[in-house]
């Protein structure tokens, strides 16, 4: 019986293995073209392309965008695989062609390599705002949503220049899909730095027709910045407009979503500049509903401490100097504040999360408004307040003695 039972266990074990020894369809990973990165802009063709259409390769299509591809380059079997391979020295290659179909398109880049592109690794995607003025937002990403090997998790930014400008060389030894990643790991050290949109977080405010941020891009002479935002307009999903730096900053006062970074104002009696360094925010919107008429109170609370301070003579150990400083950075963060919502009134797009607390606080108020939010909240009061408390002036100018 004891010698039956091992039997059993030993061809069970044989059996496991046999499930574990991998997939039989599998491609090496030399033999694929790994995506890193996407650009969508408005079309234009490559003066490859028009050599290629010239001598028989077109074919029946609309020229609506140009999609550019970036793909890692294998560690093995670097510049193989035809199609004009990589640069030597690169980690990536870039291919652009010309339609109105993501997929096609990117089937079209079988016709020029031989190793087939693969989604799995894909981190960016980048959009232009000239593309997003024409198209929405919806119908350029419906083939990302729909594609099994493209996670959620990809990014997304706009770009109000060239989109596929930010997916050339900027670092050497670097892919610029991956760089443009890994940037917003620095949001503790920088206060006009939004939160990362990812693919999966733009359904929710598509479906619901709502206004929503995507962090843009630019560049320039081979650098890229992330720089300021563009908005992407509920109703129609397509561009709005644009808030610049000092705009995004502000709005990122009102959600409360800043991790770090620092605030710089300039002392109105010495016109010295002083920097406050970030240690937290948080912010309180407080709708308010009398009969007809609706408010916003934002209460912006801030803890943190002087960084830098050009004035040498003042004395930290002053409370009085202290409360005055306060004061200081406080008017300077209602006025970036204040700055920002004129701007968001002036485009008619609610992205601070307005509509969200009154739906939350007064249900039955936004049952009644909801359907035309943006163009409403272009005209309702904001009042801001700012409560900042400095903690300290990091090391003390003062000596020992």
């Known amino acids: 019986m004891s ?7 030993g061809m069970a074990a044989l059996l496991l293995c046999c499930t574990l020894s991998g997939c039989w369809s599998s491609f ?83 016709l020029s390599t031989s190793r087939p592109p693969i989604g799995h690794h894909l981190k960016t ?20 949503m729909g594609d099994n090997d493209i996670r959620p998790s990809v990014q ?82 397509k561009y709005a407009g644009f808030l610049d730096e000092s705009e995004l900053e502000g709005l990122l006062w009102i959600k409360g979503e800043l991790n770090g970074g620092v605030l710089k104002a300039i002392d109105p009696k010495f ?39 050009a004035n040498p003579n003042e004395d930290l150990e002053n409370n009085r100097l202290l409360g005055y400083e306060e004061s200081i950075f406080q008017e300077k963060a209602n006025s970036l504040a204040e700055q920002t919502i004129a701007k968001l009134h002036k485009l008619k797009t609610d992205v601070g999360g307005f509509g969200e607390a009154l739906r939350i606080q007064h249900p039955k108020v936004w049952a009644k408004v909801k359907k035309d939010w943006d163009t409403t909240f272009s005209t309702i009061p904001i009042r801001v307040s700012t409560d900042i408390h400095i903690e300290d002036y990091g090391a003390s100018s003062k000596t020992a003695d």
């Open 3 to 9: 010698r039956l039972h091992f039997g059993c266990r």
């Open 28 to 110: 090496p990973v030399e033999d694929l073209n790994l995506e890193a990165g996407i650009a969508l802009d408005v079309a234009q063709k490559t003066p490859q392309e028009e050599k290629i259409d010239a001598e028989g390769g077109d074919y029946p299509k609309k020229d609506l965008i140009n999609v550019t591809f970036q793909f890692i380059v294998p560690e093995e079997g670097k510049g193989s695989g035809g199609g004009g391979g990589p640069t030597q020295g690169k980690k990536f290659f870039n291919i652009t062609e010309t339609g109105d179909s993501v997929f096609e398109l990117l089937r079209e880049v079988s």
């Open 125 to 144: 995607v980048i959009i232009s705002s000239s593309l997003l003025s024409k198209v929405p937002l919806g119908e350029l990403l419906d083939f990302f």
């Open 156 to 237: 997304l930014l706009i770009s109000t220049g060239q989109a596929s400008d930010a997916l050339k060389e900027t670092f050497p030894g670097q892919t610029p899909a991956f760089v443009l990643r890994e940037i917003f790991v620095n949001r503790k050290r920088n206060a006009r730095l939004p939160k990362p949109v990812s693919l999966v977080k733009v359904i929710g405010p598509l479906q619901g027709k709502s206004s929503f941020l995507l962090p843009n891009v630019i560049t320039a002479e081979k650098e890229i910045k992330l720089a300021g935002a563009g908005i992407i307009k509920g109703k129609t999903q």
């Open 271 to 309: 016109h010295k500049r002083m920097v406050y360094e970030i240690k937290s925010v948080k912010s309180d919107i407080k709708a308010i509903v009398r009969g007809n008429d609706i408010f916003f109170n934002v209460r912006m609370t801030s803890e943190g401490h002087i960084s830098e301070n």
